[in-house]
């Protein structure tokens, strides 16, 4: 028996002359909570859509458990990929009753758990009446969210689950989302720009940018390894020699720098210098830089 994962391998998506993606290698392992963060453009929703055969890829194979997505039914029952409401028309989806896209829902998502939803809706206090199109931001990413969350999927995907939400139903929706993992094991990848807010969350980080995968690593780790360095330039310079640096600035005699230490190896100590632990959305800019902003 195949081991239990999604495997995306050399993904290529292709807009005309525009790559999008650039040979995308992935693994998301069964009992997992993902984390996919990148600037706006790098390719998160487009990745999402395709590793859950929303999307086809321009080359590349995309397997769950072994078997190929792509118009295979079979390996889509184990897929939900909870797409963010955007209603620019009033037609299509966004014409439904609230009430009527669950419903919907249920029809379409091979384990969908009625109660669960029901419950959902109950607790964000949505109308179920109210037409998509009249949703507010908010509220549409409650609806995101009960579809996610009560589909039951072994692999599910949230775009911006939070967008729109105050800090009581963010702090909801999160707390929820540990319960159910607690409870299933299921597999979650959350695309988010509220990075911080959700970096405990994550188990594991995926940064993307410019259509390629930039890291994949274990949160904590990722943590423990990066380091802010600031102080005189030569202090500076002697300290991290040898290390890997990003984000350089300086400002007269100064200079301030991430380092990025391997695995199990330590920073010395220097007192001529300040070093500060870096939290991940700091790690984030640091990576992706600024430059064109």
Known sequence: MSEEKI???????????KDVLHGI????EKGKIYGLIGRNGAGKTTLLSILSSQNPTSSGTVTCNGMPIWENREALDHICFSRELNPITGFGQNAYKVKDYL??????????????????VEKFELDVKKRIARLSKGMMSMVTIIIAI??????TFLDEPVAGLDVVMREYFYRVLLD????SGRTFVIS???IEEAADVFEEV?????GKVLLKENTQELLERCYHVSGKKEEVDALTSGLKTFHEEKLGRSKGVMVMLEPDRQLAVNTEVTV??????QIFVALCGTEGV
Do not use: C
Request: glycine residues 2%; charged residues 30%; hydrophobic residues 40%.
């Open 7 to 17: 495997v995306a391998r050399n993904v290529v998506k292709s807009y005309g002359k």
């Open 206 to 210: 995926i940064m993307l940018d410019k």
């Open 192 to 194: 988010t720009h509220i």
């Open 180 to 183: 159910e993992f607690a409870e």
């Open 150 to 155: 009560a589909s039951k999927a072994d692999y």
């Open 276 to 281: 500060q632990q870096m939290n991940l959305q």
């Open 25 to 28: 290698d992935l693994e998301l």
């Open 103 to 120: 419903k919907a829902a249920s029809i379409y998502i091979p384990n969908w758990d009625k109660d669960l939803a029901e419950r959902l």
